[in-house]
């Protein structure tokens, strides 16, 4: 079977850090498939990268093993962990990474695994020279119990803030990012548009701006010069301007707060 290794990074495509992760798993598996989910991710936004990694597990290929590699805290004390769903297979820091796939998904397995034969590895790119191995090692069918240790999924580290929470009629929420459309994905599943929102027809956006927001189906439904909340691709509600952008319209970020009221 053809090994395929997902690639989730920040690392952009100005520097050469991409092709020379790729480089090491291509030189352990010639023949390996690599697939790039993105490496556009903000410079060290951890929950912009847990937002792309779940939006992503649904649509991979079967046994793909996944390097999520958004790390700010490369060379410090922070584990590398690993969890299993399926046949499919996430490398990530314990930095909240895995938090958004881990509500949705129930993994067969999650590991800490051990780093010391990487002991000659550069202290600020584990991506390359500690990640690319441990993949390659998966790849070539090692146990993942000889790597490491099993844990609980309550001893991972979490985000700073998780889904959208509802407190009256108010609820907050986060952008967890920013499309190239200027749409803003917010920390709200799909799964919850009916039970938050049935038979509204739109809410009242509190911050960060004071603007009623229609709810629609489509982009095209939002009236002209509105915004609109609507069911996203990505599995979470957006805020949205049909053929313009949200961002700049509602003046909004990756990581901002959201208020509205139901």
Known sequence: MVAIFGLLTDFGDRDPYRGQLASVLLRRNP?????DLSHQVDPHNIPQGAFFLRASWPWLP???????????GVGSSRDIVLLRSRREYVLAPDNGLLDLLLRDVSPDGLWRLGTKRYSGASSTFHGRDVF????ADLAEGRDPDRLGERLAGQDLVRLPFGEAEVEGNRLEARVLHVDRFGNCVLNIPESAWKNVFGGRDGADLLEPVS??????????DIPPGSAGLLPGSQGYLELAVDRASCAERLGLESGDRVV???
């Open 62 to 72: 079967r046994g793909c093993i996944v390097l999520a590699v958004v790390d700010p």
């Open 31 to 35: 023949s390996c498939q690599i697939l």
């Open 132 to 135: 690319a191995p441990l993949a």
């Open 260 to 262: 509205l009221r139901l």
């Open 211 to 220: 603007v009623f927001v229609t709810l629609v189906r489509a982009y095209n």
